[in-house]
């Protein structure tokens, strides 16, 4: 099965598809997860992500101390910085690449804890990174959409109803997980669960959403306390 073949698999027909997941090959959505990110990225850096992050500043401003607005108001120049706004975006796609690693040995781990049959890292990586293709087309749907906005908050999910008052919230952080992109990403992930772990694909699905829920709430908890600190 040619490399194109397997992606068009993967994404449409998991079930058949990841018998056929091995060897080096994993390698290619997870270095497309990284240079998309860090593509598009450094691509909206100066009109959508910039502001955004000045405004954040101005705020922690206004509760600081003339001397505290001083190192404040060169951090908001450093934002202008193209070589910053490079090393910016390079570090957040490598934290893409990062992010892979550490779900797939959340999911090794659930997928123990819920008595799956023991399989090693080697295993369950490989279908995590060919699931951050979801990823991939996600970030491609929105990359136009957010220099069309000039807004970071593109949401398929039910936070898209939420008032801009919110957006970046903990309630916003929760909801934008809950969204199509996710549950295709489950549903390729639990394939695999069902294949090397011996569960019935409902349990496969469970194992995921609980996971999903755990990554969400946490995710809602650090932006709760970022808010706290950032006024």
């Keep these: 099965m040619n490399i194109f073949t397997k992606i068009i698999k993967v994404l449409f027909a998991p079930i058949q598809a990841i018998p056929e997941l091995k060897g080096p090959d994993w390698l290619l959505p997870f270095i497309l997860t990284i240079v998309v990110a860090t593509v598009t990225t450094i691509v909206v850096y100066p009109t959508v992500l910039a502001p955004i992050a000045e405004q954040q500043l101005d705020k922690q401003m206004e509760k600081m101390s003339p001397e505290q607005q001083k190192g404040m108001a060169m951090a908001k120049e450093q934002l202008k910085n193209p070589t910053v706004q490079m090393v910016q975006s390079i570090v957040g796609g490598v934290f893409q690449g ?30 995590v990174s060919w699931a951050s293709l979801v990823g991939v087309i996600e970030n491609l749907i929105k990359f136009p959409l957010m220099l069309a906005k000039e807004s970071p908050y593109i949401s398929f999910s039910p936070a898209a109803f939420l008032d801009l008052e919110a957006m970046g919230g903990p309630l916003h952080t929760f909801l934008n997980q809950i969204n199509p992109f996710a549950l295709w990403w489950v549903a390729i992930v639990s394939a695999g669960l069902t294949h090397h772990l011996g569960f019935a694909r409902r349990k496969s699905v469970t194992v995921l959403l609980i996971l999903g829920a755990v990554g969400a709430l946490m995710s809602m908890l650090l932006s709760a306390i970022g808010l706290s600190f950032g006024g």
Excluded: E, H, N, Y
């Design 98 to 127: 990062v992010g892979i690693l550490i779900i797939a040995l959340a999911v090794m781990a659930m997928g123990a804890i819920m008595g799956g049959r023991s399989v090693k890292f080697a295993v369950i990586f490989p279908i």
